[in-house]
């Protein structure tokens, strides 16, 4: 996904700077769909940066913090979702360390969905690798959001849970184990919503469900049409 990144970020840049309307996403603002995370609180960035280190997790939010746009004042979905998504997790222990990590994640996390989205238009059906997906609607790439920050939160706590052990973040990564059953029952219409190959390998290889890898067993050798 970084190699996608790099790879794509001239292009997604131009789009940004035309700030024309996405023909395939209703309501997609680009302001909204580009903009970095919210920084670290200074008290506690140093701890928060060695824990994502420690979950090989520093890229995921380094990228959306260099290439990100400054925040736009405005309703974005994909922000709330993230918002909800830490929520749904640490509650009210967002203060400590590991909350603050899953809170970086999870703001990275609609970034990294804004980015793909974006450039959705330019992309193939995950499948049969045909060009120009259909429409969707902004609330999925929401719910993609949520898939994908748990995903990754559930990596923050458990590389957490290496160093200490702490009743609190047990109980955070048992809830954030609980949102991912939750949520596979919707992944595969929301893989299918999504369409795109690399909105899709998005979700199938950050979210924790048994079907992540089933895409690739056939061997299409996707990764070529780019």
């Not at 603002?29 to 824990?51: F, H, K, M, N, Y």
């Not at 950050?206 to 070529?224: D, L, P």
């Amino acid at each position: 996904m970084t190699q996608r990144i790099h790879l794509h970020l001239g292009e997604w840049q131009a789009l940004v700077a035309e700030d024309a309307e996405l023909p395939d996403i209703a309501t997609g603002d680009l302001a909204l769909l580009s903009q970095r995370p919210q920084p670290l609180s200074t008290a506690g960035s140093s701890a928060v940066i060695e824990l994502l280190e420690a979950a090989s997790l520093s890229y995921w939010w380094q990228i959306p913090m260099r290439y990100g746009t400054r925040p736009q004042t405005g309703a974005s979905t994909l922000r709330q979702a993230a918002v909800e998504a830490v929520q749904a997790t640490v509650g009210q222990h967002s203060g400590t360390e590991w909350g603050e990590a899953v809170t970086a994640v999870s703001g990275a996390a609609a970034w990294w969905v804004g980015f793909f989205a974006v450039i959705r238009h330019r992309g193939v059906h995950h499948i049969t690798l045909e060009p120009h997906p259909g429409r969707i609607h902004a609330q999925a790439l929401a719910s993609t959001v949520g898939v994908v920050a748990h995903g990754m939160a559930a990596r923050v706590l458990e590389a957490a849970m290496q160093a200490r052990d702490d009743r609190a973040l047990r109980a955070a990564y048992c809830r954030v184990i609980e949102c991912g059953i939750e949520a596979e029952r919707q992944l595969p219409t929301l893989i299918e919503e999504l369409a795109e190959l690399r909105l899709v390998d998005l979700v199938t290889t950050t979210s924790r469900w048994r079907g992540r890898f089933t895409k690739y067993a056939g061997g299409t050798g996707a990764g070529q049409v780019e």
